[in-house]
């Protein structure tokens, strides 16, 4: 009997691709590195910043000290940057959905993650977020098999909502039924929904 729900962040409650974008490019501007929006994106959309910012410019990489010191700075961009997050079409129904099953966040965000559910006004509905500060970023399991820890319950109690493949083998290698959803997407959240018992 499923009694929890772990939540990726990006893609699934928050659309947050353009606020990504704008972040990380002001940032490897700001360093002097010129990146095209179009790269950041692709690579953006599943990858810690970390993962991001080294593979877009391999010589932050290289770098222990550069590369701390922009990820504090990225820290500092995002908070500016929250405007650009909006909620999706999931996040909308969330309250409904805190009703009946124990909530949990799972994001390769850092201290970002609690900063944009707050944003987004649901930060108060988890009973766990669990970041990349807390276990390795996906597709390693453990961030998911913490969230599991911290809520209490069994993987096979528990569903695991992503939006990309990373999110998928995190899941998976976790032991949690997966679910992919783009939480932009209306008829796809009201499949999901449905089948939660809260459509």
């Known amino acids: 009997m499923i009694r929890a729900i772990i939540f990726d962040i990006d893609g699934v409650l928050a659309d947050s691709r ?16 010129f990146v095209a929006n179009e790269k950041i994106e692709r690579m953006s959309s599943a990858h810690s910043a ?4 080294t593979a877009l410019v391999p010589a932050i990489g290289q770098d222990d000290a550069l590369k701390e010191t922009m990820l ?3 820290s500092e961009i995002t908070a500016r940057n929250l405007h650009l997050v909006s909620p999706t079409f999931l996040a909308d129904c969330l309250e409904d959905v805190s009703k009946k099953y124990a909530l949990a966040a799972a994001s390769n965000r850092k201290k970002s993650a609690k900063m944009v559910l707050g944003k987004l006004g649901i930060l108060s509905f988890f009973k766990a977020v669990v970041t990349s500060s807390d276990a390795p970023p996906k597709p390693d399991p453990k961030m998911i098999i913490l969230a599991l820890e911290k809520l209490g319950v069994k993987p096979e109690d528990a569903i695991f909502v992503g939006d990309n493949a990373e999110d998928e083998m995190a899941g998976r290698a ?5 679910v992919l959803i783009d ?4 008829a796809a959240c009201k499949r999901f929904l449905a089948e939660i018992g809260r459509g």
Do not use: H, I, K
Not at 18 to 33: H, I, K, M, P
Not at 50 to 53: A, W
Not at 183 to 186: A, E, N, R, S, W
């Open 18 to 33: 353009r606020a990504v974008v704008q972040n990380t490019s002001e940032l490897l501007s700001e360093y002097g590195f």
């Open 50 to 53: 970390e993962t991001v910012l």
């Open 72 to 74: 504090l700075r990225l």
């Open 174 to 178: 976790a032991g949690v039924r997966t």
């Open 183 to 186: 939480g932009t997407d209306p």
